[in-house]
């Protein structure tokens, strides 16, 4: 008689929790992060992160394993192109859980699995953001050059604390130019 797998059941057969485990690596690896129980969490890290040790590798039968893995070719693709070579100098956990706390309906344990290098591509982008809205906030009285409305440089600190090179040589005997 087979002896019976440890771990978690997630009330379901194994066939049924061996398609979960691909869907939710599908989608780990296509969005970078993934909102699941915990239990599923538990259960999808070490899964996924067994597929980018072997997109690390990158071989032809490493390729071809993950493919019988996940079965989607375009997504084996962005995982041996992208997101492999990205944990090149990582010896190992590549994805991190975040616990949010439970779910509205039934209460149940949720959690956030993501890839720990795709934290920081997001963070970049939102540090721009907040760049942008930065820049609208300033009053158009400390623009240099035209009208407020004309798209004029934006003047920072350290522009008014150092002139320019063309600002000292112009104050030797011609006027200033701005």
Not at 34 to 39: F, I, L, Y
Not at 116 to 126: F, K, L, M
């Amino acid at each position: 008689m087979p002896q019976p797998r440890k771990g978690p059941a997630l009330g379901s057969n194994p066939s049924h929790q061996r398609l979960m485990l691909r869907n939710l690596a599908r989608s780990l690896f296509e969005h970078e992060r993934v909102k699941t129980t915990e239990a599923k969490a538990r259960l999808l890290r070490p899964y996924a992160e067994h597929l980018i040790t072997k997109a690390k590798k990158g071989s032809i039968h490493h390729r071809r394993q993950v493919l019988s893995a996940i079965e989607d070719r375009e997504l084996v693709h962005k995982l041996f192109a992208e997101i492999g070579p990205r944990f090149t100098e990582r010896n190992g956990g590549y994805t991190r859980m975040l616990k949010i706390g439970p779910r509205q309906g039934d209460g149940a344990p949720m959690a956030f699995v993501e890839l720990v290098e795709g934290a920081v591509v997001r963070s970049s982008a939102t540090a721009e953001t907040e760049a942008a809205g930065r820049r609208r906030l300033r009053r158009p009285g400390r623009r240099r050059g035209g009208a407020p409305g004309e798209g004029a440089a934006v003047t920072t600190a350290s522009e008014q604390a150092e002139p320019s090179e063309e600002e000292t040589v112009a104050d030797d005997g011609d006027e200033e130019t701005t």
